[in-house]
């Protein structure tokens, strides 16, 4: 898949980052998000972090192959609004085709960006059984600019890469694109690819309708 990236508009000054403040909630997930959250940045140190659609090492020097993709969607609800609504995770539950429930391990802000640590839980169909599949994830909204990143890692060892940006069209509609990079080894890595982008453009529709029709 061809690498595009669509940029956000953003304000020419935005405030200095201030020391963060932080909320934590630790709940039964948090012990296996730090374990996790451990594991992927092994592999980003590893180079598993590469988007370029070419193979790449990993903390374990195993070889991983990188694909991207580009969703684009315009919504018809101000940029304003669109955003707040697809930044907030708890609005895929219900939307997503897979995901089950959310639980946040902590929140932290500077004044610029707002970082969540969370573990989703997801039931991935596979033919005809479902795996039970807990992804752990770190979510970097920063609202001034528009745009907010999720990385995420599940095992067995497959990471996500999303970077959301929002465009105002100026007609009271807005331009929203997810740039999406999968790593993963060669025998995941069509299944991955496949069933990513077809639950993330599932989730983008569902939240489409759902500006557009005033439930969000």
């Known amino acids: 898949m061809a690498l595009s990236f669509t940029a956000a508009g953003?304000?020419?000054?935005?405030?200095?980052?201030?020391?963060?403040?932080?909320?934590?909630?630790?709940?039964s997930y948090t012990a296996g998000w730090q374990s996790g959250w451990a594991t992927y940045q092994a592999a980003q140190s590893g180079g598993s972090g590469s988007s370029s659609g070419s193979s790449t090492g990993s903390a374990s020097g195993s070889a991983t192959l990188s694909q991207t993709a580009d969703l684009p969607i315009t919504i018809n609800a101000p940029i304003a609004h669109v955003f707040a609504v697809y930044s907030n995770l708890q609005n895929d539950i219900g939307r997503h085709p897979f995901l089950q429930a959310i639980y946040t391990h902590s929140v932290c802000s500077d004044g610029v960006t707002t970082t969540t640590d969370f573990t989703a839980l997801e039931n991935i169909p596979m033919?005809?059984?479902?795996?039970?599949?807990?992804?752990?994830?770190q979510q970097n909204v920063v609202a001034a600019g528009y745009y907010y990143t999720t990385d995420s890692y599940d095992e067995p060892g497959v990471i996500t890469h999303q970077k959301v940006t929002f465009v105002d069209n100026g007609n009271g509609t807005t331009s929203v694109n997810e740039h999406?990079?999968?790593?993963?080894?060669?025998l995941l890595e069509s299944f991955t690819v496949e069933n990513g982008v077809a639950s993330h453009q599932q989730c983008q529709a569902a939240i489409k309708r759902d500006i557009e029709n005033g439930t969000l």
């Open 10 to 27: 953003s304000p020419a000054a935005q405030a200095a980052p201030t020391a963060p403040t932080c909320t934590n909630t630790p709940n």
């Open 127 to 137: 033919g005809s059984a479902t795996y039970p599949a807990q992804t752990e994830a």
């Open 180 to 186: 999406l990079t999968f790593v993963t080894n060669a």
